[in-house]
Nanobody
Framework: VRLVESGGGLERPGGSLRLSCSIT????????IGWFRQVSGKKREGVSC??????YYADSVKERFSISSDDGRNTVYLQMNSLKPEDTAVYYC?????????????????????WGQGTQVTVSA
């Protein structure tokens, strides 16, 4: 399984960005896919995750971010609205074996096994 992120960039506070995670190497929709972010020197945070059963959002992004996927789960999106400077981070897409992780909250709290290379999001005036 391989994950490739895209869509990061520089945006002003209050603006919007959409991140995309392209998933290759599997046709299985049993994989839970999630978005994490990390600021240099800080612990990686689970932002939002999606499974075939449910979705999960960190409290810091509820009502502002939305996770979705295309029908084949080939791409998972993270729509980020009302961006704040504290959303600035490197955003990573991740997944884990469906034998280990089956629910979105599990992936977002336990972390993934397979990671993308990350995409920088900067929110600044």
């Amino acid at each position: 399984v391989r994950l490739v992120e895209s869509g990061g960039g520089l945006e002003r506070p209050g603006g919007s960005l959409r991140l995309s995670c392209s998933i290759t190497g599997t046709d299985s929709q049993d994989y839970v896919i999630g978005w994490f972010r990390q600021v240099s020197g800080k612990k990686r945070e689970g932002v939002s995750c999606i499974s075939s059963r449910d979705t999960y959002y960190a409290d810091s992004v509820k009502e502002r971010f939305s996770i979705s996927s295309d029908d084949g789960r080939n791409t998972v999106y993270l729509q980020m609205n009302s961006l704040k400077p504290e959303d600035t981070a490197v955003y990573y897409c991740a997944t884990a074996s469906p034998y280990r992780i089956r629910y979105s909250s599990s992936l977002c709290t336990l972390g993934g096994e397979i990671w993308g290379q990350g995409t920088q999001v900067t929110v600044s005036a």
